[in-house]
């Protein structure tokens, strides 16, 4: 398939207000957005008229640790829990996907495939799962640690998790239920599967008290950079978010990941991988430009700070903040983000300032600004030149930035042949172009 008959695909990336840290303080932004079900079934709704592909929302298990002086400045403290968000805007929308963050390392098997297997039911095929490791500190101390485990052990709880929830998922063949009332059969025993999981670190029984989904599977998404995090993405991940600066990042993430496939048995196309965008769009490109910097200058120099130490997972408030970044420890928990960033530093000489304000909306991922064709323009070079098979929008603040983009540039990726003009399916799976797994019983039957 050339990659012009190719179309890109969409997510649009909900974040509390917006993901520019201050879009609360914006005069358009709505400042409880995170815990305001009205405004998220709105946002939902635009971007199902955006034809977007899916929703997406990253979540943590703990308020964003810090000095409560600082993080009383910010908005990232409080949101609805996804699980309970997500079901609500499944009634609300009718086509698009519906994919959040829940981590492996504070959470079971048996709950995570029974509540996605639900909510893929309840939407009629629209969930997706976005596998993480948790890397916030702060949420180890929620859950009666006082660290979180090293990473590579992260890694391989999260390889036998998803390994058993997706056995969980095929507990029933499509068409065991048979609900017969003359008969009195409600099931076909032999098309019930106990999964019986004995692994080093998980004992499942099983079978899942949810049917088979109607996407057979919920979506696998993936947002690790590291060596660990690619190889998990080659086996487990159909859609993969992630953060590049550079046209040839992307392309050598792309390639490494996509190459890795084949010895799992994957093809190429079974995954989607979708860095994030953080797009600011204007009628011409100065008042792009103005849109951004109007957000920059609503930033307070002590949340940039404490952001910026988040992602590097070192305190930098002791340093000037007009100097450069200071040496740092190697840190085993975080790894991808902060190389990104440093690397960025040091590359086009920034001081500590100045790498925050980078990074303060879009937290490492690539900002861009400019007028509807701009931003096409952008997009389609890297979704040509083998940088992604689409991307995850993530808009500065909301719901202003959300409307911009779904009016102005959407139309202009249509005119130009790159994103569809109807949803081509009902279920995410369709939409994105990804196959319907067969039940791993059935396979070992065959």
Known sequence: MSARSRQMKLGAFLWPCGHHVAAWRHPQGVADGGLNFPFYAEMAQLAERGLFDLLFAADRVCVAPGDPDIISHMSYVAWLEPFTLFSALAAVTRRIGLVFTVTTTYEEPYHIARRFASLDHISGGRSGWNLVTSAQAAEAHNFSRDAHPPKEERYERAREFARVVRGLWDSWDDDAFARDKESGLFFHPEKMHVLDHNGPLFSVRGPLNVARSPQGQPVM??????????????????????????????????????????????????????????????????????????????????????????????????????????????????????????????????????????????????????????????????????????????????????????????????RRGLFRTQYEGRTLRENLGLRRPESLFVTARA
Do not use: C
Not at 351 to 375: D, E, F, K, S, V
């Open 221 to 414: 998404v993936q947002a690790g950079a590291s060596d660990d995090g690619r190889d998990l993405a080659a086996e487990t991940a159909e859609v993969v978010f992630t953060a590049h600066q550079r046209l040839s990042d992307a392309q050598e993430f792309y390639a490494d990941v996509k190459a890795r496939m084949a010895k799992y048995g994957r093809e190429p196309d079974d995954m989607k991988i979708m860095p994030g965008i953080f797009a600011t769009v204007g009628r011409t490109e100065q008042e792009a430009r103005d849109k951004y910097e109007q957000l920059q200058e609503l930033i307070h120099p002590k949340v940039g700070v404490m952001l910026l130490s988040q992602f590097m997972a070192f305190d930098l408030s002791p340093y000037p903040i007009d100097g450069p970044l200071p040496e740092m420890p190697e840190n085993k928990v975080v790894s991808s983000r902060r190389t990104l960033l440093t690397d960025l530093a040091q590359r086009e000489n920034l001081t500590i300032r100045q790498l925050y304000l980078r990074m303060a909306g879009a937290r490492g991922h690539r900002t861009i600004y400019g007028t509807p064709t701009q931003i096409a323009d952008e997009l389609e070079e890297w979704f040509t030149k083998a940088g992604a098979d689409g991307f995850n929008i993530m808009p500065p603040v909301l719901p202003g930035s959300l409307v911009d983009f779904v009016d102005m540039v959407i139309p202009e990726l249509q």
